[in-house]
């Protein structure tokens, strides 16, 4: 990726991943992490999980566990992985998404491997991955999708992480904000397209961004509206542009009934 292009916020991210990323492999070779990843079962199914809510006619809700954003602040607190997943779990939510960077989300691998063992539902890894071992060590601790945001990755990068991905048997979600990432995630063999509604130079919301770019996706993907959705009406609005599927963290976070309120998004469509 040209670091040039890149906003400040993604750029200071993704340099401290590249820390993380070093000592952890000092830590845990990556021959070792890889070793795990094939030794921890079946993962679940994603993308098979959002496709039959919207067959059944519901939202395809993943419902993210996170503490802390650098544009929210703290989010919950205190902050409970296990009920959480539950909550989500019986709102019917599809799939959970766990944030397991630290310095800027307040998250951990143990975040994610709690919430797991706590329900049935299918996990994404939400955090950056810049590293094939990222990938093992998101499949070791359980994850069952990775996530991919173009704006932080080479097409050359993109692909190989991709690649791990599908040798593990996981689910990935392309990242996008735009109609050049949306062109380049295209080329990827995955089927769930994310259009991110937060600029990321910003860091402010808009669901005109979906608006504009859920429409280009082609019919055999699956596109998955996320951020700044807060209301039913936003989620109606994200659906009538033809994104049945949808990531949403904050406003659910922040509610006291969590349940309710992701049932109320779930029901929406
Ligand atoms: O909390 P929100 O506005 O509902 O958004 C959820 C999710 O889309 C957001 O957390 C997110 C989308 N892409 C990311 C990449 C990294 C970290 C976080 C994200």
Known sequence: MNADTLPDTLLRILADKEAELRERAAATPIGEMERRARDVGRP????????????????GL??????????GGLIRDPFDPAGLAQAYEAAGAACLSVLTDAPWFQGSPADLVTARSSCALPV??????????QVFEARAMGADCILLILAALSDAQARELEEVARGLDMSVL?????QRELDRALGLHTRLIGVNNRNLRTLQTDLATAEALVPQIP?????VAESGLRTPEDVRRMAAVGARCILVGEHLLRQPDVTEAARAMVQAG
């Open 62 to 71: 993943i419902a993210e566990i996170k503490k802390a954003s650098p544009s």
């Open 174 to 178: 392309a990242e996008v904000h735009d």
């Open 219 to 223: 019919a055999d993907r699956i596109p």
């Open 44 to 59: 679940r199914d994603f993308t098979g999980a959002l496709c039959d809510a919207v067959a059944e006619g519901r939202i």
């Open 124 to 133: 994404l890894r939400k955090d950056f991955m810049i590293d094939p071992y």
